[in-house]
């Protein structure tokens, strides 16, 4: 066992992640990131018609070009980003320089943009990590022409549209059967689709964090509090802006969307407003916990200080006898009397259990 796993809980401040705090809020557009070049890349290739499919994988950005203009639906998905590659399979395809920086960028904000003679998107598929409780993101870009998707993804190691490609699999399948616009809803939906998984996690964390506070609320419910805001507004920032993204398909008038499909797109944005309504809910339930908390703490210190007064009462008779009997004076009533000693400490037993008495029958504890 690691010598520092539970060495983090002696230290307040390392509960609360700080180094989380600067990855959320340290994003600047004016400045140009630097995207780290993948090692390598990956291209997969689903080219297909109601009766055909040619699936591949190559390592070559320029094996897929052939797919471009060959009368069937292609989809070409390239896993890893670098610049030189993204450049060549853009010229080759005819996508605009403005678009190709938007693949190569990081930490854009979610967009659509409509630059002929394609329709791009940009915004993030989001994972939800068990050991560390974080939301990461990863961004995707995909481009809409003529028969033809492209997307291009920064982690060849995960995804979410393995059900995709399984329906691509199915002969005459309402993938098959259907052109290039309905499979970019499809991606579109399962990225959305996925938000919710990711939700569901954040919900079951909000639930067992709602019983740890009722049960302890100590500095570790604090911090937990304060990480699960944090990711919070990483999803906020992440799922908001879709909504205008898709809204941007729905009102598109490009030849490249059949009219028939933007009622699927519609559907997509019933989801993401959802989504939305959902996220702010999650939020309002954050602040009631927060609220909940400072309740937990100022009602346990009121319970402190109630015991402390009720202490302090009882002992007040104790200390006014024993000061009294305790004064220089050389006449003082049963000073030399040969029970007096008893008399006193009677008085200083029976007088509190008298007050106690009294403070319950008032129900003052």
């Known amino acids: 066992m690691p010598e520092n796993k539970y060495l983090k809980y002696f230290k307040v401040a390392s ?3 700080t180094r989380r705090t600067r990855d959320i809020f340290q994003v600047n557009p004016t400045v140009v990131p630097k995207r780290e070049e993948a090692q390598e890349i990956s291209v997969s290739v689903f080219d297909y018609s109601p009766e055909h499919l040619h699936e591949q994988s ?10 471009k203009d060959n009368h069937h639906t292609s989809w070409i998905n390239i896993d890893g980003i670098r610049k030189a590659d993204v450049e060549k399979v853009c010229n080759y395809f005819n996508i605009h320089v403005l678009i190709q920086e938007d693949i190569l960028s990081v930490s854009q904000r979610p967009k659509m943009d409509d630059l002929d003679p394609v329709l791009s998107c940009l915004l993030n598929m989001l994972y939800f990590n068990d050991r560390t409780g974080a939301v990461e993101t990863e ?6 022409g003529k028969d033809f998707v492209l997307s291009f993804q920064e982690d060849a190691r995960r ?18 059967i259907s052109g290039a ?8 939906d399962m990225i959305v689709d996925n938000y919710y998984v990711v939700m569901e996690k954040l919900s079951e964390h909000i639930e067992l964090l709602e019983e740890k506070i009722i049960r302890s609320s100590n500095t570790r419910a604090l911090a937990e509090i304060n990480n699960l805001r944090k990711e919070l507004i990483v999803l906020k920032r992440n799922v908001s802006p879709v909504r205008e993204l898709i809204n941007g398909f729905i009102r598109s008038d490009s030849d ?6 933007t009622k699927y797109f519609k559907d997509i944005y019933d989801h993401i407003v959802q989504a939305n309504d959902l996220a702010e809910n999650y ?11 400072l309740s937990n703490v100022n009602l346990k210190m009121n319970e402190v200080m109630k015991v402390m007064a009720v202490v302090t009462c009882l002992l ?6 024993g000061g009294i009997f305790g004064m220089n004076f050389d006449r003082i009533p049963y000073l030399h009397h040969q029970y007096g000693f008893f008399i006193a400490v009677g008085l200083m037993l029976v007088v509190p259990v008298w007050m106690v008495f009294l403070f319950r029958r008032r129900g003052w504890f």
């Open 159 to 176: 995804d979410v549209f393995d059900p995709i490609r399984e329906k691509l699999r199915v002969s005459n399948s309402k993938l098959r």
């Open 316 to 321: 007040a008779p104790a200390t006014v006898i």
């Open 283 to 293: 939020r309002d339930m954050m602040m009631n916990l927060q609220d909940l908390y």
């Open 58 to 67: 190559f390592t070559g950005i320029a094996d897929c070009f052939p797919f």
């Open 15 to 17: 509960l609360f992640n």
């Open 139 to 144: 961004q995707i870009s995909i481009i809409l």
């Open 181 to 188: 616009d309905y499979l970019c809803y499809a991606l579109l």
């Open 256 to 261: 490249l969307l059949e009219e028939r499909t």
